[in-house]
């Protein structure tokens, strides 16, 4: 097990690098750089020039890249080229929000999807399965943006400012600033509705795959002997059943994750979360390249750490399985 | 029959109530102390050092921290802000400014001669990259008197010194030496404590990017008994709908600047809303680029013309007759825009009404590309480059594009960011026409760094000597009839040569709620929270 992580961690690198170069290239081959807006009304072409040569612009693109990793190796992520700021300071001041509102989006999804799909299975070709899968053909076909909207329109619009719109307030203990508001009840009041708007369309998805997941399972012949023992319906389901359908859905909730950092860009910048996704958004638009580089690097240090997690959580769901 | 005393009875109700009322009606009009105001904006704050920093969300910031010289009002009058007085000789080369003697910054410091001569200079050291430079070119030195005396010399005369110091850009926002000296350039735009020292009614306490920047009222401000407010919050909240969902729910109380395309459903939506608006002071153009560089090097200095708009009769084929202005008005801003053809927009000092020269007229655009050659055999195609910043650009793109294909000639849009904008258009790349609208101006004078024939950010790249002789004459022209008159001039050259194809004004909306009291619209030039005090 252990020369196993040992494996996959070591194989995280290769890929992070991967990832990174290619979004260092894809990033420096759009027009326009930072410069221009590095110097903004104050733009001279001899100006420009220097602000290239000073941050290392011109310099061949490999070379940069080689410039980032160096510095990466030596915990430096670099510094934002437009703000002056450190891009670790920066991520890391971000990251707990993006973090609460994959996780909650996640718990969203899954309290939503287990029953659905459990309801969907076990009554299959009932009015609770037809609606289960109503409901999850919905939620696959709306977008993140839509429901976040219809949500402001109800609870923050309609309802006089039930939920708050914006105006993040931090969980205890994670915010960054000296004037913020940071309280559990206050938190959970602004994450809600973000958590809902991301989590409904992945919800969706994973009742769809559990249902089918939990029909074929209950159909095997360990769930009948389980029945024919006498077991009641609760541990055939909930013990036997439902933890070995869950190994496709814990799959693809580790593939989620990359959809959940790119959904979280578009429900961050509806809800003015101070979160990851509005910060690589921006970085974007900004071409600062340095807070690129440390959005890109996060999210796919976090994507592939998610996945090799999901796949040590399949020794936990089936004994069966181990690595060696 | 019903009694008279019954009768009488709700009038004596309605007077008893008028009468208890009267106090609190009073209150409602004597400022109150205290409160937070949650303010919006839409787009984040660059970063925090006022003297270089791009963008209006930091020139709101930098009003409110920093006090200056002197102050406008929307009538255009001087008042002086650190500055209790100022004369000027008689030819116009030297400005004295007598100090407060109660102004300090907020590390303590005062607010001196020396102060004020160490900020001009910033301003003006080529070393300090700011975009006030070209602003400071006509001030040749800044001697210190007294501690509270300080003359500006200048080049020449220049008849808008006041307003720049006032209003172009940030205006002139005095840097506490000692904190300057004590902090980098760095810590500055980051905001770290204790690096944004200025002098105005407000301190700065923090700035979380993307998240929320926060300032104190300044107990030691100058003003006696000012700012009424304990504190101001100012939130990015980049999309309009959540801005009006925050703003109705009441979590925001003031809105520095409402998208024009959502104020009619925030007013249906909020009846309770205040909007303010005033004159159209920001140009929206569809600029068209006049040379490209000869040797294909882009900033080359050897020019010629562009293959399409190169030509005038072109120019003004397309941009002069060949556009409706009244038609982009009334589909791009739902008429709440003014067609208005002259680089000036109507609510500019000095501007001038040059609409006649400009008629809406397809048989004359035709007639003059036919001179050049186009025509059904030889149709005109060109690019119109709209960026996505503001989705205004991309409908106005739309309509010239049909606009277009009404004197047959084909308008195909390119969609780009406002990066990639930024870098065609600044960097001499290869476009041809584009629609953006640019800076408010406060007055003619300071688009001079737009469209002199020498100015890195003059887009179309004309290089034309005389324009660049008649901004200098305006300048320094200190009568003011005579002002306008050349005034007058440069617009209509402009217009005759297209080096400018202004489109119409461009509104501006701030929301408020009812509560908030004592604000002073005056467009994005001055947004000051001094006054503002909260009603609830």
Known sequence: ?324 | MRPRFLLARPLVLLVLTWIVALPNFADAQTPKRGGTLRVSYGNEIAHLDFHTAPGYEMMWVAMNVGCGLVNITPDGKFVGDAAESWTMSSDGLLYNFKLRKNVLFHDGTPVDAAAVKFSIDRLMDPATKSGMRSFFESIHSVEVLDPLSVQIRLNQPYGFLLHMLAAYRTGLVLYSPTATQKFTLEDRKQGKPGSIVGCGPFKFVEWVKGNQLVMDRFDKYFVPGLPYLDRVVIRVIKDPVTEMAAFKAGEIDFIASFSPEHVDTLKAQIPTAVVLTGKETTPMLAAMKVTVPKDGKPMSKERAPHPIFGDLRVRKAIGCYGIDRQEIVKIAFKGKATPWVGMNPPGTLDTVDVNHLCPYDQAKAKALLGEVGYGPAKPLTFELMADTEKSVFNVIATVIKEQMTRIGVTANIRLVDKVSWMNTTLQDGPWDMYVEDLLSLITLDSNGYLSNSTSTWSHPRHNDKRVDELYARYAREMDVPKRKAIAKEIQEFFVENMYWNNISGSPFYMVAQPWMKGYTYNAEFEVHYDKVWLDK
């Open chain 1, 1 to 324: 097990m252990r020369t196993y992580i040992l494996r996959r961690l070591l194989q995280i690198v290769p890929t992070v690098l991967m990832i990174t170069f290619v979004v260092f290239v894809m990033m420096r081959s759009v027009p326009g750089d930072p410069v221009v807006a590095l110097l903004g009304d104050a733009y001279t072409e001899e100006d420009a020039i220097k602000a290239r040569d000073e941050y290392g612009l011109n310099k061949p693109i490999v070379v940069q890249y080689g410039i980032w990793l160096a510095k990466l190796v030596r915990g430096d992520w670099g510094v934002s080229i437009l703000t002056g700021r450190p891009v670790l300071q920066d991520v890391l001041i971000r990251l707990p929000v993006t973090l609460e509102l994959i996780v909650l989006s996640m718990a969203v999804a899954l309290i939503i999807a287990v029953p659905a799909a459990i309801i969907g299975a076990l009554r299959q070709n009932t009015w609770a399965d037809y609606m289960a899968t109503s409901v999850a053909m919905i939620g696959v076909s709306i977008p993140e943006f839509f429901i976040g909207i219809l949500l402001l329109l109800v609870f923050s619009i309609g309802l006089g400012g039930f939920l708050p719109s914006s105006g993040w307030i931090y969980l205890p203990g994670t915010c960054p600033t000296l004037v913020c508001g940071a309280s559990l009840w206050g938190n959970a009041q602004h994450v809600l509705m973000p958590a809902i708007a991301l989590g409904v369309g992945r919800a969706a998805i994973l009742t769809r795959l559990l249902r089918a997941s939990m029909l074929e399972v209950i159909r095997s012949e360990y769930v009948t002997t389980a029945r024919a023992k006498g077991l009641s319906e609760r541990p055939v389901v909930f013990k036997h059943a439902l933890k070995n359908a869950l190994i496709p859905t814990v799959t693809v909730m580790g593939l989620q994750i990359g959809f959940l950092i790119g959904g979280a860009i578009v429900v961050e910048t509806l809800f003015a979360m101070p979160g990851l996704g509005t910060f690589g958004i921006d970085a974007i638009i900004a071409r600062d390249y340095q807070q690129v580089q440390g959005f890109a690097l996060l999210t796919a240090l976090a994507f592939v750490i998610m996945n090799l997690a999901v796949d040590l959580t399949y020794t936990f769901l089936d004994p069966r399985i181990r690595y060696a």
